[in-house]
């Protein structure tokens, strides 16, 4: 009888390192540029190529990092100069977003309740020293 236990705990023991040995997080990154971008993760494993994100348009993929990696040191690049470094936890959420603003810079992760803005620059501002004046 207590053969039978040892190798149900042991069954047990395996089926949950094999459901829990990795830590995954859904990554939504979202490009409000006018131009595609091309992007690269880099995680302790090393560096892949995930796709495009065409312009305005979203990109999603699922990150998988092995718990005996974590804390894991990760970095996503889209395009030429813009990239951003985050760390994976066991705490980490499932999911987390990124941002490529409008000026090509990438900001984030995000949670799913975290407050982001985006900024657009709207030509000049012209300031007029003698108010004008309406007439009826």
């Known amino acids: 009888m207590k ?18 040995c990795t830590k995954t ?25 995930l796709g495009a994100v065409g312009p305005n348009s979203t990109f999603w993929s699922t990150l998988k990092v092995n718990t005996s990696d974590l804390p894991a040191s990760c970095n996503l690049a889209a395009g030429a100069g813009a990239s951003q470094s985050f760390t994976v936890t066991e705490d980490s959420p499932s999911a987390w977003w990124f941002d490529i603003n409008p000026d090509g810079t990438l900001t984030g992760p995000f949670g799913k309740n975290d407050e ?12 007029r020293s003698e108010p004008k004046m309406l007439l009826k």
């Not at 979202?30 to 190529?49: C, E, F, I, K, Y």
């Not at 657009?120 to 012209?126: A, F, Q, T």
């Open 3 to 20: 053969t039978n236990h040892l190798i149900a705990i042991a069954l047990l023991s395996a089926a949950v390192c094999a459901g829990g």
């Open 116 to 127: 982001r803005t985006v900024t657009e620059p709207r030509g000049k501002i012209e300031i």
């Open 25 to 49: 997080v859904k990554l939504t990154i979202m490009n409000h540029s006018d131009a595609s971008r091309q992007l690269q993760l880099t995680v302790p494993d090393g560096t892949t190529t």
